[in-house]
T-cell receptor
């Protein structure tokens, strides 16, 4: 079974600085997807960024980028120029590339605090 | 289409009562998922549908839980004979690439 581990329960960053959230996963599959989701307090979870395992290039979405290390099974999220609105719980998630596989496996999250 | 809608947002029920939640997914998405999230934890998979077919159900889901998706549109999740351990946020998501989540239904069993 796949597992996702987020080893940092809490992180903090100064506004305008850069922070990196860690995620490792365990799988025997070669084809899969990895995601980072953001869940602000009392608000719904939204997709931040997605990485296909077959792509060597790291995904980037504006201030958000990932460092995908397939051999190490590591998938970290870098937030550049942090803003107060980035404060949230961040979840890393894994989904099999098998088209019949539907579910995602989530880590337990990292709570990010942004200090003004 | 304004996204994934869940109703109700909050539900307080007495132990032993039955509750039913509704989810309306994004109409173009044929896959619909139910997850449960407790405080400080990541979402746990419960079940998912492709169109009207329920393709997978978690072993975490006891016989008290049932989900339906008639005609492949909205879905309902019913919990019978609720227990205090059922208190959680129940999240619905539909997907194309990644998930689009609803706002969730927070269930409190007293």
């Amino acid at each position: 079974a796949q597992t996702v581990t987020q080893s940092q329960p809490e992180m903090s960053v100064q506004e305008a600085e850069t922070v990196t959230l860690s995620c490792t996963y365990d799988t025997s599959e070669s084809d899969y997807y990895l995601f980072w989701y953001k869940q602000p307090p009392s608000r719904q979870m939204i997709l931040v960024i997605r990485q296909e395992a077959y792509k060597q290039q790291n995904a980037t979405e504006n201030r958000f980028s990932v460092n995908f290390q397939k051999a190490a099974k590591s998938f970290s999220l870098k937030i550049s120029d942090s803003q107060l609105g980035d404060a949230a719980m961040y979840f890393c998630a894994y989904r099999s590339g098998n088209t019949n596989a539907g579910k995602s496996t989530f880590g337990d999250g990292t709570t990010l605090t942004v200090k003004p | 289409d304004t996204g994934v809608s869940q109703d109700p947002r909050h539900k307080i029920t007495k132990r032993g009562q039955n509750v039913t939640f509704r989810c309306d997914p994004i109409s173009e998405h044929n896959r619909l998922y139910w997850y449960r999230q407790t405080l400080g934890q990541g979402p746990e998979f419960l079940t998912y549908f492709q169109n009207e077919a329920q393709l997978e159900k978690s072993r975490l889901l006891s016989d008290r839980f049932s989900a339906e998706r008639p005609k492949g549109s909205f879905s309902t999740l019913e919990i019978q004979r609720t227990e205090q351990g059922d208190s959680a946020m129940y999240l619905c998501a539909s997907s194309s690439y990644g998930y689009t989540f609803g706002s969730g239904t927070r269930l409190t069993v007293v």
